[in-house]
């Protein structure tokens, strides 16, 4: 891929038809099983949700990667804000495509206020010492917090 201007944006419920693609391809490449119907229902939602922010990163030609991040309020740290996914392209890897989807998800997050931006890597049976190097180097901090949850 050479060096082509790239524009990052919010993404809108007209972007679905070209994100949902980059979402299905994130999920099958980090082994999770949400099904293509799923990920285009709850999509659809954060699209069009004042409590999330899905931002693309595109070329002229191609949509490069994607990034979302919502809010929630707790007890611990009022509004917080989550990367809840983040995706580029293989193409466009090393880039700082990456990068530039954090820094905005930084940025929308204080802006709405929030105390704090977390995420959760999700090894899926996988090394993923690589994915907490990179995150660890953009300034996020590991607390050492362990996220369980109950399926309902």
């Known amino acids: 891929m050479t060096s ?3 524009t990052l944006r919010a993404a809108g419920p007209g972007d679905l038809a070209a994100v949902l ?3 299905v391809a994130f999920y099958a490449e980090d082994g999770f099983t949400t099904s293509e119907h799923a990920l285009r229902s709850n999509l659809t939602a954060l699209l069009a949700s004042p409590a999330a922010r899905v931002a693309v990163v595109h070329a002229p030609d191609q949509l490069l990667g994607f990034a979302v991040t919502t809010t929630s309020f707790g007890l611990e740290n009022g509004l917080i804000a989550e990367l809840e996914d983040l995706f580029v392209i293989p193409a466009a890897r090393r880039r700082g495509v990456a990068g530039q989807l954090i820094e905005d998800s930084i940025a929308w997050a ?4 929030c105390r704090q931006l ?3 890597i999700a090894p899926n ?3 993923v010492r690589h994915l907490f190097d990179y995150y660890l180097a953009h300034g996020f901090l590991d607390h050492g917090r362990r996220l ?3 399926p309902l």
């Open 4 to 6: 082509t201007p790239r």
């Open 21 to 23: 693609p980059l979402a």
């Open 110 to 113: 204080r802006r709405q206020g």
């Open 118 to 120: 977390e995420l959760v």
């Open 125 to 127: 049976g996988r090394d």
């Open 148 to 150: 369980i949850g109950h």
